[in-house]
């Protein structure tokens, strides 16, 4: 079924909204700020979605999420555009997702080694710089690194040393 009169973009910006993230369910490819534009190219939809990183194992998932969801709605001609530039960062995230990270168990991006500038940033990123990581579930900062890598590859793993419990760490980028 297609829809006879194109919806709004506020509309697609809501049904976006709506589709969730294949790695962290909590948050939806909005709150991650990856989709970076949405406009209609005469009858096509065109959604430009810029991934995480270059190598990102989900965004054909994303992609092929962002066309299901869209097409549930009634829209048959969709695009997705990849846009590399900018390239994504953390900053993009909001921080109503990054306290939805938080309640998860996932340690939201520090917004200080986020916004410090790239060669802090790749330093923190590829271990470099030490970070003080406030645990998600009890709000310790006394934590350590546990692993460089987590359960996907955007995260690290750490350990409160408070608490004992294991979580992720969503790296800056």
């Given at each position: 079924?297609t829809?006879?009169?194109l919806?709004?973009?506020?509309?697609?910006?809501?049904?976006?909204?709506?589709?969730p993230?294949?790695e962290?369910?909590v948050?939806s490819?909005?709150?991650?700020?990856?989709?970076?534009?949405?406009?209609?190219?005469?009858?096509?939809?065109?959604?430009?979605?810029?991934?995480?990183?270059?190598?990102?194992?989900?965004?054909s998932?994303?992609?092929?999420?962002i066309?299901?969801?869209?097409?549930?709605?009634?829209?048959?001609?969709?695009?997705?555009?990849?846009?590399?530039s900018?390239?994504?960062?953390?900053?993009?995230?909001g921080?109503?997702a990054?306290?939805?990270?938080r309640?998860?168990?996932?340690?939201?991006?520090d917004?200080?080694?986020?916004?410090?500038g790239?060669?802090v940033?790749a330093?923190?990123?590829?271990?470099g710089?030490?970070?003080?990581?406030?645990?998600?579930?009890?709000?310790?900062?006394?934590?350590?690194?546990?692993s460089?890598?987590?359960?996907?590859?955007?995260?690290?793993?750490?350990?409160?040393?408070?608490c004992?419990?294991?979580?992720?760490?969503?790296k800056?980028?």
């Open positions: 079924m829809t006879t009169t919806p709004c973009i506020e509309d697609v910006w809501a049904w976006l909204s709506e589709v993230d294949p962290i369910p948050i490819v909005t709150d991650l700020g990856i989709v970076r534009d949405v406009y209609f190219d005469g009858e096509t939809l065109v959604v430009a979605v810029t991934p995480t990183y270059s190598g990102c194992p989900a965004t998932i994303i992609e092929l999420d066309e299901t969801a869209l097409a549930r709605r009634g829209l048959e001609k969709v695009r997705i555009e990849r846009r590399i900018p390239p994504w960062s953390t900053d993009w995230i921080d109503e990054r306290e939805k990270l309640t998860y168990g996932i340690a939201p991006p917004k200080s080694g986020a916004q410090s790239g060669a940033r330093a923190r990123y590829f271990g710089a030490a970070l003080s990581i406030a645990c998600p579930r009890c709000g310790s900062t006394e934590t350590e690194k546990v460089q890598f987590g359960s996907t590859p955007c995260k690290a793993a750490y350990r409160c040393k408070s004992l419990e294991p979580f992720d760490y969503f800056c980028i």
